[in-house]
């Protein structure tokens, strides 16, 4: 059984950065994707980013493009999130997701099987 923890979460003025982590536990997840998803109160949960785990294919949403980068260490089964140029728009609950179905980079939250419990993100103005 694979779990996911995030962590890094936390309070940020605008403009600054922060770095989550999605840590898998259990079994290696190679063939999987990995995404990012964040959910702001009274708002419907919305796709950021996500990553091919073999061989690193991206997408982004593109209300981050250019700011926020995914990433992952295969040696460690950790993805990553760095967030550059917050905006207080980007404060929400972050989810990391993996999924191991016939997909090549989703999108949507579907194709996900296993989600973390989140961690806030708040950008102050």
């Known amino acids: 059984q694979v779990q996911l923890v995030e962590s890094g979460g936390g309070l940020v003025q605008a403009g600054g950065s922060l770095r989550l982590s999605c840590a898998a536990s259990g079994r290696t997840f190679s063939r999987y994707y990995m995404g990012w998803f964040r959910q702001a109160p009274g708002k419907e949960r919305e796709f950021v980013a996500t990553?091919?785990?073999?061989?690193?294919?991206?997408g982004y949403a593109d209300s981050v493009k250019g700011r926020f980068t995914i990433s992952r260490d295969e040696a460690k089964n950790t993805g990553y999130l760095q967030m550059n140029s917050l905006k207080p728009e980007d404060t929400a609950v972050y989810y990391c997701?993996?999924?191991?179905?016939?997909?090549?980079?989703?999108?949507?939250?579907?194709?996900?099987?296993?989600w973390g419990q989140g961690t806030q993100v708040t950008v102050s103005s």
């Open positions: 990553i091919r785990w073999s061989g690193g294919s991206t």
């Open positions: 997701a993996a999924g191991g179905r016939n997909y090549y980079v989703p999108r949507t939250a579907g194709p996900y099987d296993l």
